[in-house]
């Protein structure tokens, strides 16, 4: 019993646990290993090229095979909802837990969204 209740203090003592969030907008892939989600609040960070890709990112990298726009050769942009776990305080993800795929349309039509 007393390793359990230390074991459910410490576990409140490391820091904010990550809750699930959804995010819808602009995925952007502009160049090799440069991943991130842009929607009506800002941009979240997927991954930067020399940094290793947080796990659930297998179906976004799929994403590039239809409905994308490709400006860049291989890389460039499509539209998706992702609900994903960030760093407590920044933008930074550290684990995607879903992911879809929309048309670029609604992403383009959303006008809380930039422009492309």
Known sequence: MRATM????????????????RRCGWLDNPTPG????EDREGRWELSTQGR???PGMDPVTDM??????????NYGYGCACLTVLAE????VVSRVVRAE???VARCAA???LPPR
Do not use: K, Y
């Open 6 to 21: 230390a074991a459910v203090i410490l576990a409140g003592l490391s820091g904010p646990a990550l809750a699930q969030e």
């Open 52 to 54: 290793r890709m947080p």
């Open 110 to 112: 959303d006008r809380a």
């Open 64 to 73: 590039t095979a239809r409905d994308w726009v490709r400006p860049h050769g």
């Open 34 to 37: 440069n991943w991130w989600l």
């Open 101 to 103: 795929q929309l048309p």
């Open 88 to 91: 407590p305080g920044t933008r």
